[in-house]
């Protein structure tokens, strides 16, 4: 498999503060991640497919400006969230595709609070 | 879009109860996945099907994908309390994947 690491893995931030979260690919070269938000005792929602060396592709309703996503180099992509609000509270998790098998490996997400 | 709709909701069981959630689509999937996250944790892949009427077994964990590949189920026999989680579906034509809601299982010992 793939081994996914996130950082940080919770953090609590006051309104209108900006928080950037990293997601690493340990073991393999991803040149795409996808970025997923889970609100308590939902599904995995997918926001955007963050492509290396391009621009992020974001689902619909999904505000860019607002997050805004970073994949420089094949292990690391970042999520930025800017001005966050109490309503962006959740739990924010990322994965690479491991395209032979086409399973996903998920890393161990992020738990965002915005006070 | 493609959209997978995921049934029961919730599932509570007694320990050693079978269990069994179901995953249907609209439309014709070229493969489906299955994930399982347990309380806390992240999703974690359990198996991919691809070809029509397949079945696939992983110790008391029975996978199925319809003749139409238009639906799909994943069966637990005897439930243990290991088991609990939220078991995911995901339907891969084109990537991304699209995740159906879950089936939060609960086991009661």
């Known amino acids: 498999g793939a081994v996914v690491s996130q950082h940080p893995s919770r953090v609590i931030c006051k309104s209108g503060t900006s928080v950037k979260i990293e997601c690493r690919s340990l073991d393999f070269q991803a040149t795409t991640m996808f970025w997923y938000r889970q609100f308590p005792k939902q599904s995995l929602m997918l926001m955007a497919t963050s492509n290396e060396g391009s621009k992020a592709t974001y689902e619909q309703g999904v505000e860019k400006d607002k997050f805004l996503i970073n994949h420089a180099s094949l292990t690391l992509s970042t999520l930025t969230v800017t001005s966050a609000h109490p309503e962006d509270s959740s739990f924010y998790i990322c994965?690479?595709?491991?395209?032979?098998?086409?399973?996903?490996?998920f890393g161990p997400g992020t738990r965002l609070t915005v006070l | 879009g493609q959209q997978v709709m995921q049934i029961p909701q919730y599932q509570h069981v007694q320990e050693g109860e079978d269990f069994t959630t179901y995953c249907n689509s609209s439309?014709?999937?070229?493969?489906i996945q299955w994930y399982k996250q347990r309380p806390g944790g992240h999703p974690v892949f359990l198996i991919q099907?691809?070809?029509?009427?397949e079945v696939k077994k992983q110790k008391r964990l029975t996978f199925q994908f319809g003749e139409a590949k238009k639906n799909s189920s994943l069966h637990i026999t005897a439930t243990q309390t290991t088991d609990v989680g939220t078991y995911f579906c995901a339907a891969s034509g084109n990537t991304p994947l699209v995740f159906g809601k879950g089936t939060r299982l609960s086991v009661i010992a």
């Open positions: 994965s690479v595709e491991r395209s032979s098998y086409n399973e996903q490996f």
């Open positions: 439309t014709t999937l070229s493969n």
């Open positions: 099907l691809v070809k029509s009427g």
